[in-house]
């Protein structure tokens, strides 16, 4: 018995180690598609996905800079980086997880006033995003 | 430590304790709804999976003494364009811990690696197979039916990003055995958030 009961604290110990704060449905077993909250900020017909990567480039590029500070500004600056840059080659399912990347970290920076203008900015380049590759993976 | 070689020491540890429980008897056969006497099988495997894929697969299951089996499986699931292919291989143990004339319960452990574009994933499933063979009229034949619940531990990255999970799975299929002929399917659903399922149909051979 004592060794099933180390057994079981030992994976126990395991199991709960490694836990993601941000986004874990970027993490799916099953194909990507954006968060149902994110597409529902716009009703619009959609952009197609490669029309959104200047506005990606300059979210991750100049509007994060006022945002907040490291390591969660990292996180948005590179997860939108990799969005574009997936865009660019056709890989909509890993452009759809850095979407949900970015858009979790960005809902866990610490609230200051002078960053909301970049925030609801950056909200809007990644809810358009999402958007655009929801009706680019419907079709 | 890294995440991977977490959880292939977690792995190993709880193959070693398993095996402290295993009797030393019969083959680990008949909780995988094997023929109890052969040594193994090879098969290919093909099916449906949830989110309109297609599986395609193979596996190998070989039987040792003291009630050890060792199985591996690969599969490639493809989903409809645009979304990319998933690949994933497996290797593992079964380890008997009880065994009748036509009954086994084994206990199973194993180390999962799987890709989805820019997915990796790393997983443990620990299940509880539980087999019932029943020999039917003529030589050398059988039908076998299997459960197996498990628990899965999972661990998945995204670039530099990664996410822990453990979630609860189980699987249910009949195998069909007539001399070194194999056939079979196999129903598999896990009871989480991405509540995945899939179906498949096996085809192979035994081992003598």
Same mark, same amino acid.
């Given at each position: 018995?004592?060794?099933?009961?180390?057994?079981?604290?030992?994976?126990?110990?395991?199991?709960?180690?490694?836990?993601? +704060?941000?986004?874990?449905?970027?993490?799916?077993?099953?194909?990507? &598609?954006?968060?149902?909250?994110?597409?529902?900020?716009?009703?619009?017909?959609?952009?197609?996905?490669?029309?959104?990567?200047?506005?990606?480039?300059?979210?991750?590029?100049?509007?994060?800079?006022?945002?907040?500070?490291?390591? &969660?500004?990292?996180?948005?600056?590179?997860?939108?980086?990799?969005?574009?840059?997936?865009?660019? +080659?056709?890989?909509?399912?890993?452009?759809?997880?850095?979407?949900?990347?970015?858009?979790?970290?960005?809902?866990?920076?610490?609230?200051?006033?002078?960053?909301?203008?970049?925030?609801?900015?950056?909200?809007?380049?990644?809810?358009?995003?999402?958007?655009?590759?929801?009706?680019?993976?419907?079709? | 430590?890294?995440?991977?070689?977490?959880?292939?020491?977690?792995?190993?540890?709880?193959?070693?304790?398993?095996?402290?429980?295993?009797?030393?008897?019969?083959?680990?056969?008949?909780?995988?709804?094997?023929?109890?006497?052969?040594?193994?099988?090879?098969?290919?495997?093909?099916?449906?999976?949830?989110?309109?894929?297609?599986?395609?697969?193979?596996?190998?299951?070989?039987?040792?003494? !003291?009630?050890? !089996?060792?199985?591996?499986?690969?599969?490639?699931?493809? *989903?409809?364009?645009?979304?990319?292919?998933?690949?994933?291989?497996?290797?593992?143990?079964?380890?008997?811990?009880?065994?009748?004339?036509?009954?086994?319960?084994?206990?199973?452990?194993?180390?999962?690696?799987?890709?989805?574009?820019?997915?990796?994933? !790393?997983?443990?499933?620990?299940?509880?197979?539980?087999?019932?063979?029943?020999?039917?009229?003529?030589?050398?034949?059988?039908?076998?039916?299997?459960?197996?619940?498990? *628990?899965?531990?999972?661990?998945?990255?995204?670039?530099?990003?990664?996410?822990?999970?453990?979630?609860?799975?189980?699987?249910?299929?009949?195998? *069909?055995?007539?001399?070194?002929?194999?056939?079979?399917?196999? *129903?598999?659903?896990?009871?989480?958030?991405?509540?995945?399922? !899939?179906?498949?149909?096996?085809?192979?051979?035994?081992?003598?």
């Amino acid at each position: 018995m004592r060794r099933v009961g180390v057994l079981v604290l030992l994976f126990a110990a395991t199991a709960c180690s490694d836990r993601s +704060i941000v986004a874990p449905e970027s993490y799916g077993r099953r194909p990507c &598609r954006p968060s149902a909250d994110l597409v529902a900020m716009v009703d619009l017909v959609p952009f197609t996905p490669e029309a959104m990567r200047s506005a990606l480039r300059h979210g991750a590029d100049e509007m994060t800079r006022a945002v907040s500070v490291e390591p &969660r500004q990292r996180d948005v600056q590179d997860a939108m980086r990799l969005a574009a840059d997936d865009i660019g +080659i056709g890989h909509y399912d890993s452009a759809c997880r850095f979407v949900g990347i970015a858009f979790g970290a960005l809902r866990a920076l610490p609230d200051s006033a002078g960053s909301y203008p970049d925030r609801d900015g950056i909200r809007l380049i990644l809810a358009l995003t999402a958007h655009a590759l929801s009706a680019e993976m419907q079709r | 430590m890294s995440p991977v070689l977490r959880q292939v020491f977690l792995g190993l540890v709880l193959v070693l304790c398993s095996s402290a429980f295993g009797a030393s008897s019969l083959g680990a056969q008949l909780c995988r709804g094997g023929r109890p006497e052969a040594l193994g099988w090879m098969a290919l495997t093909a099916g449906v999976a949830a989110a309109d894929a297609s599986v395609i697969g193979g596996e190998v299951v070989w039987r040792f003494e !003291q009630g050890l !089996q060792l199985f591996g499986d690969a599969d490639i699931t493809a *989903y409809p364009r645009p979304d990319p292919t998933r690949g994933r291989v497996a290797v593992g143990a079964g380890i008997e811990l009880f065994v009748g004339e036509r009954f086994g319960v084994c206990t199973t452990v194993a180390f999962e690696r799987e890709r989805m574009g820019d997915l990796r994933a !790393q997983r443990i499933p620990i299940g509880l197979a539980m087999g019932w063979s029943v020999p039917l009229a003529g030589v050398e034949r059988h039908i076998g039916f299997t459960l197996e619940p498990f *628990y899965v531990h999972g661990h998945a990255r995204v670039a530099r990003w990664s996410h822990g999970s453990d979630f609860v799975s189980g699987r249910a299929g009949m195998i *069909y055995v007539a001399r070194r002929l194999l056939l079979g399917f196999e *129903y598999e659903n896990a009871f989480d958030d991405d509540a995945r399922w !899939q179906t498949i149909a096996r085809v192979g051979v035994t081992f003598n």
